[in-house]
């Protein structure tokens, strides 16, 4: 995803000049690049958390898809909306669940994100887990009350996808599901799952 200052929005006023819209750019950079140490000092002196850029994707949706811990965690504590969309409807959650940031993803229900994480196709967190064979990550989503029946605009459910995308551990872990769940364990470590080889890119935009 490519950032300009034309398309600077949420957060930034009418009128901005063009020194105004360049400093914007360069805290999307920061961002994406992942210096905390940077922006910290910005929010503190009134950044608004949830700039968006023009595809709506917010400062807190760059850092969750890139897996900047430090960065997230600053934007959350100073405002930042973990259930803030972007414009094809994606969430911070079901964008870490896809790039299998445990962490990222424990982080973002710790301040309120949706389990589910639905975007408009009805995909959730955990079929974005599922397909893409994240198998902490659909643990510890289904430990919050993630829904393993949920359908998508196609009447998939997250074993269905995790099937269909050739994803072999969450595709085991669903089908046991319902006579295991009662002792389906947390993740205890925040260790990033190891991608699957199926559908290695996904159709995700976020860069």
């Given at each position: 995803?490519?950032?300009?200052?034309?398309?600077?929005?949420?957060?930034?006023?009418?009128?901005?000049?063009?020194?105004?819209?360049?400093?914007?750019?360069?805290?999307?950079?920061?961002?994406?690049?992942?210096?905390?140490?940077r922006l910290k000092p910005l929010l503190?002196?009134?950044?608004?958390?949830?700039?968006?850029?023009?595809?709506?994707?917010?400062?807190?949706?760059?850092?969750?898809?890139?897996?900047?811990?430090?960065?997230?965690?600053?934007?959350?504590?100073?405002?930042?909306?973990?259930?803030?969309?972007?414009?094809?409807?994606?969430?911070?959650?079901?964008?870490?669940?896809?790039?299998?940031?445990?962490?990222?993803?424990?982080?973002?229900?710790?301040?309120?994100?949706?389990?589910?994480?639905?975007?408009?196709?009805?995909?959730?967190?955990?079929?974005?887990?599922?397909?893409?064979?994240?198998?902490?990550?659909?643990?510890?989503?289904?430990?919050?009350?993630?829904?393993?029946?949920?359908?998508?605009?196609?009447?998939?459910?997250?074993?269905?996808?995790?099937?269909?995308?050739?994803?072999?551990?969450?595709?085991?872990?669903?089908?046991?599901?319902?006579?295991?769940?009662?002792?389906?364990?947390?993740?205890?470590?925040?260790e990033p799952d190891q991608p699957s080889s199926a559908g290695a890119g996904?159709?995700?935009?976020?860069?």
């Amino acid at each position: 995803m490519q950032e300009n200052t034309a398309g600077i929005r949420q957060g930034a006023p009418k009128g901005m000049d063009r020194e105004t819209l360049e400093f914007a750019q360069q805290v999307f950079d920061l961002v994406r690049s992942g210096y905390a140490d940077r922006l910290k000092p910005l929010l503190e002196h009134g950044l608004p958390a949830n700039l968006r850029n023009q595809r709506g994707d917010s400062l807190l949706m760059l850092a969750s898809y890139h897996g900047h811990h430090d960065v997230a965690e600053a934007l959350l504590r100073h405002g930042g909306d973990a259930e803030l969309r972007n414009d094809m409807g994606q969430t911070p959650i079901a964008g870490a669940a896809y790039k299998g940031d445990l962490a990222m993803v424990r982080l973002l229900l710790e301040h309120g994100a949706n389990v589910e994480g639905a975007a408009p196709d009805g995909k959730t967190a955990l079929m974005m887990a599922a397909m893409f064979n994240r198998t902490e990550v659909a643990r510890l989503l289904l430990a919050h009350g993630a829904d393993p029946k949920a359908r998508d605009d196609k009447g998939m459910s997250p074993l269905a996808a995790a099937r269909a995308m050739g994803a072999p551990d969450t595709a085991a872990l669903l089908e046991n599901l319902d006579r295991n769940f009662d002792a389906l364990p947390v993740p205890a470590t925040d260790e990033p799952d190891q991608p699957s080889s199926a559908g290695a890119g996904g159709n995700r935009t976020i860069s």
